[in-house]
């Protein structure tokens, strides 16, 4: 992919930002440029390691498990959770906490205010992740990716990130990667 092909979907990815979302994201550029790289950076980084979350302990089930398995944990899952901290905890690590928190925070308030009871219970879910994240890269400030994820590992172990459970459709801890199908 060449300059221009990364500026044409930087800047679809930004178009498709409501207007706080936009808001959120221009503030935290124009106070530092370099911020842009960080962000987009982040999203990536997150969204990949997520992925590699969700596959995990699939070995040896039978392809339909295996999907089945793979999406309950990346939509509203394990790997969900993992994804919405360690993409927090990236951002509090390089960026100010403000800037962090405006950032994550932004898309998920308006969630809230305008959304149906189940992405609300997402929303929820997503807040209480991002705000573990943050305190994570807070803590941890220009840590090392691997640090972070480590960090975030031990939080979704010890059951502090949240996940919905589809059998209730309450947020319960994470304990685990494997979801519940």
């Not at 991002?130 to 640090?147: H, Q, V, W």
């Not at 031990?154 to 919905?164: C, D, H, P």
């Amino acid at each position: 992919m060449g300059f221009l092909d990364g500026v044409q979907r930087a800047y679809a990815t930004f178009n498709r930002l409501n207007a706080s979302e936009k808001d959120a994201m221009w503030d935290a550029v124009t106070a530092n440029p370099n911020n842009a790289f960080i962000l987009k950076a982040a999203k990536e980084e997150a969204e990949g390691w997520a992925r590699t979350l969700a596959g995990t302990f699939t070995d040896g089930l039978p392809a339909d498990q295996v999907q089945a398995r793979y999406q309950a944990s990346i939509h509203n899952g394990p790997a969900d959770a993992a994804r919405h901290c360690y993409w927090s905890a990236l951002l509090a690590s390089k960026l100010t906490y403000n800037e962090a928190m405006r950032v994550v925070f932004t898309h998920e308030f308006n969630q809230i205010d305008s959304a149906v009871a189940q992405d609300q219970l997402e929303a929820r879910m997503d807040l209480h992740n991002d705000r573990i994240g943050l305190e994570i890269g807070t803590r941890n400030k220009g840590a090392s990716d691997l640090d972070l994820r480590d960090a975030v590992m031990k939080a979704l172990f010890s059951g502090q990130l949240r996940f919905i459970d589809p059998k209730t459709s309450t947020l319960v801890p994470t304990r685990s990667l494997v979801p519940s199908i």
